[in-house]
């Protein structure tokens, strides 16, 4: 078949002059930097349209579903945001009632706010010493589909930011057997499907629709994602209506290309590129696994945490055994030892590895955490203090459109105990919320927000950026409409 970018890259060189958009030109002369203008092109003859794909685009990602082994999957440059936007406008009608994992994306809140939903949540286990969310239990899916049978979807996450699988064969089957689709959020596990060292993805578990963002685990560009359609139990003609609505009616050429170069790349050389991405890993994992008081941390399977499976591509190092927290950590790693990490959490961080990464980089990595951990070794253990962290359920009082769009009014932090939030609140990453709006304010709330700034975590989502204020709801409104 002829490849997207293959054709870019043989159009580039050609004397076609462009009478139409982008106003660069493809003359490199016309921009500071070095951009890829001879390769970025808008919707000229024989190269198809992204919104009525009937040539090479349709080719292409055809050839994604066959890789994928899904009935269909379609390219989203506008990131996992776009794919889950459209997924879960598509699956429910405007004003109707979804499920979701409480530890879902910011950008599943969204899609709830822009399509008025009524929104019920599944509260997955979690570690408070390590503040690492578990999975989602199978029993609470089937207990709240029993108290609400008009949900019409459900969408969890898996995994998680931290590698975290659920039970998504047997959630699938429960969803099901109510009638209405499961959308997984699968934006960490698009590499699942090229080596059995991973678990299996959700697309070859039951899954209704999957997301992926290829530019997280796979070598391609930064925006690029994939929405498969696995069933028919959510309309194919609403998903591409939708994913009309949330992506640019120009998309980048460049964009599409890098996700065509993608699965070419492992359709070709996949297997290779796994053995020795996973071969490099497992070693890390090996030398890591020996550190003493910066500890890798493998999440265990079983009921407790309702972890089904973890995905051994994140390295979660934990600070707990030792006299940093994971912002201290993150800090030294990246200023002695220059390597950047995917996240900083209280008690850890995380290192996302691909299949992208060198066995130089895992060697950096590993003589960097061998170093510090040395360094520790040297303190006194006995000062080390270990307090847990808790996010309690919080009491859901409106829609979350309701509250976004409802008169609010501005009230100091400390004195918004009791109060209905209007507005989010989270750390990125992962991005998933603190407080939705629509929640009741509580204590616990505000001393986690408290210890989160102190401890110099980014706080984002509230209007306040000095994060000493939050927007409530207004006190001359006196109705909290579900």
């Given at each position: 078949?002829?490849?997207?970018?293959?054709?870019?890259?043989?159009?580039?060189?050609?004397?076609y002059?462009?009478?139409h958009?982008?106003?660069?030109?493809?003359?490199?002369?016309?921009?500071?930097?070095?951009f890829?203008?001879?390769?970025?092109?808008?919707e000229i003859?024989?190269?198809?349209?992204?919104?009525?794909?009937?040539?090479?685009?349709?080719?292409?990602?055809?050839?994604?579903?066959r890789?994928?082994?899904?009935?269909?999957?379609?390219?989203?440059?506008?990131?996992?945001t776009?794919a889950?936007?459209?997924?879960?406008?598509a699956?429910?009608?405007?004003?109707?009632?979804?499920?979701?994992a409480?530890?879902?994306?910011?950008?599943v809140?969204?899609?709830?706010?822009?399509?008025?939903?009524?929104?019920s949540?599944?509260?997955?286990?979690?570690?408070?010493k390590?503040?690492?969310?578990g999975?989602?239990?199978?029993?609470?899916?089937?207990?709240?589909?029993?108290?609400?049978?008009?949900?019409?979807?459900?969408?969890?996450?898996?995994?998680?930011?931290d590698?975290?699988?659920?039970?998504?064969?047997?959630?699938?089957?429960?969803?099901?057997?109510?009638?209405i689709?499961?959308?997984?959020d699968?934006?960490?596990?698009?590499?699942?499907?090229?080596?059995?060292y991973?678990?299996?993805?959700?697309?070859k578990?039951?899954?209704?629709?999957?997301?992926?963002?290829?530019?997280?685990?796979?070598?391609?560009?930064?925006?690029?994602?994939?929405?498969?359609r696995?069933?028919?139990?959510?309309?194919?003609?609403l998903?591409?209506?939708?994913?009309?609505?949330?992506?640019?009616?120009s998309?980048?050429?460049?964009l599409?290309?890098?996700?065509?170069?993608?699965?070419?790349?492992?359709?070709?050389?996949?297997?290779e590129?796994f053995?020795?991405?996973?071969?490099?890993?497992?070693?890390?994992?090996?030398r890591?696994?020996?550190c003493?008081?910066?500890?890798?941390?493998?999440?265990?399977?079983?009921?407790?945490?309702?972890i089904?499976?973890?995905?051994?591509?994140?390295?979660?190092?934990?600070?707990l055994?030792?006299t940093?927290n994971g912002?201290?950590?993150?800090?030294?790693?990246r200023?002695?030892f220059?390597?950047?990490?995917?996240?900083?959490?209280?008690?850890?961080?995380?290192a996302?590895?691909?299949?992208?990464?060198?066995e130089?980089?895992?060697q950096?990595?590993c003589?960097?955490?061998e170093?510090?951990?040395?360094?520790?070794?040297?303190?006194?253990?006995?000062?080390?203090?270990?307090?847990?962290?808790?996010n309690?359920?919080?009491?859901?009082?409106?829609?979350?459109?309701?509250?976004m769009?409802a008169?609010?009014?501005?009230?100091?932090?400390?004195?918004?105990?009791?109060r209905i939030?209007?507005?989010?609140?989270?750390?990125?990453?992962?991005?998933?919320?603190?407080?939705?709006?629509?929640?009741?304010?509580?204590?616990?709330?505000?001393?986690?927000?408290?210890?989160?700034?102190?401890?110099?975590f980014?706080?984002?989502?509230?209007?306040?950026?000095s994060?000493?204020t939050?927007?409530v709801?207004a006190?001359?409104?006196?109705?909290?409409?579900?």
């Open positions: 078949m002829e490849r997207l970018y293959k054709k870019l890259e043989e159009y580039g060189k050609t004397d002059y462009p009478f958009m982008p106003g660069h030109k493809r003359n490199p002369l016309s921009v500071a930097g070095d890829p203008v001879e390769k970025d092109i808008t003859d024989g190269f198809d349209n992204l919104h009525h794909p009937e040539g090479i685009l349709k080719e292409a990602q055809d050839a994604a579903a890789l994928y082994g899904t009935e269909e999957s379609f390219y989203s440059i506008n990131g996992s776009g889950i936007l459209a997924a879960v406008s699956a429910v009608r405007k004003g109707g009632h979804i499920l979701i409480r530890n879902c994306h910011k950008a809140y969204h899609a709830a706010y822009l399509r008025e939903l009524r929104v949540y599944i509260y997955p286990q979690e570690d408070n390590l503040g690492i969310n999975g989602i239990s199978v029993q609470n899916v089937e207990r709240c589909l029993q108290e609400s049978r008009d949900i019409e979807a459900v969408l969890i996450t898996s995994p998680t930011y590698g975290i699988v659920s039970d998504v064969k047997k959630i699938a089957e429960t969803v099901h057997s109510y009638g689709p499961l959308i997984v699968e934006a960490h596990g698009a590499h699942f499907v090229f080596s059995d991973f678990p299996v993805s959700a697309v578990l039951g899954a209704d629709v999957v997301i992926h963002s290829v530019h997280k685990t796979l070598p391609a560009m930064t925006q690029t994602a994939l929405l498969h696995c069933s028919s139990r959510v309309d194919r003609n998903l591409i209506r939708f994913l009309g609505i949330y992506q640019s009616s998309p980048s050429y460049v599409m290309s890098s996700i065509d170069a993608c699965m070419e790349k492992l359709q070709r050389d996949g297997k590129m053995r020795e991405f996973t071969r490099n890993l497992e070693h890390a994992r090996q890591l696994s020996r003493v008081h910066i500890r890798l941390i493998t999440p265990e399977t079983g009921e407790e945490m309702k089904y499976d973890y995905d051994r591509s994140k390295l979660i190092l934990s600070t055994h030792s940093l912002r201290q950590l993150h800090q030294i790693l200023e002695e220059h390597l950047e990490m995917e996240m900083e959490a209280e008690n850890y961080v995380l996302l590895t691909a299949a992208g990464d060198r130089e980089g895992f950096r990595l003589s960097a955490v170093e510090i951990d040395r360094r520790e070794s040297l303190k006194d253990k006995k000062t080390v203090k270990i307090e847990g962290t808790k309690a359920e919080l009491n859901a009082l409106m829609k979350i459109s309701h509250a769009d008169s609010r009014e501005r009230c100091p932090l400390d004195e918004s105990i009791g939030s209007v507005e989010f609140a989270y750390l990125y990453p992962p991005g998933t919320p603190l407080i939705v709006p629509g929640e009741q304010i509580t204590g616990l709330f505000v001393k986690n927000v408290r210890r989160y700034l102190e401890e110099g980014e706080l984002q989502g509230l209007s306040d950026l994060n000493r939050i927007c709801l006190n001359d409104v006196t109705e909290a409409s579900r």
